[in-house]
């Protein structure tokens, strides 16, 4: 599976973390309420370790308290170019629960 959020092909989404692998690159969390056709973007990061961060990430009770079912999706790459993306990202998509 691959949805694309702006020009870049993220591997998902996934409703388990377990699809998400232990690499580097940057991840999305999204929404989707019943009925919906599209995905909201949630929160957009980057890691070392996609899976481990996604996991275990501090800002998983704002994601929660979103009230939809959330997915995961990935775009794995190198340090460099996941801080550019995950910069680009978040200026496009403004995620509600993006805040550091």
Known sequence: M???LK???FDGPYS???ALQARSGVY???GMRS???HYT???IGESRSVRERVENHDRAPCWRGRNVPLYCAAY???EADRMKIEQELR???NPPCGDR
């Open 2 to 4: 691959a949805i694309n």
């Open 7 to 9: 020009s870049y092909p």
């Open 16 to 18: 388990q973390t377990t």
């Open 28 to 30: 999305a969390v999204l």
């Open 35 to 37: 009925g919906d056709a």
């Open 41 to 43: 973007v949630i929160d």
């Open 76 to 78: 794995y790459c190198n």
């Open 91 to 93: 200026l496009t998509f």
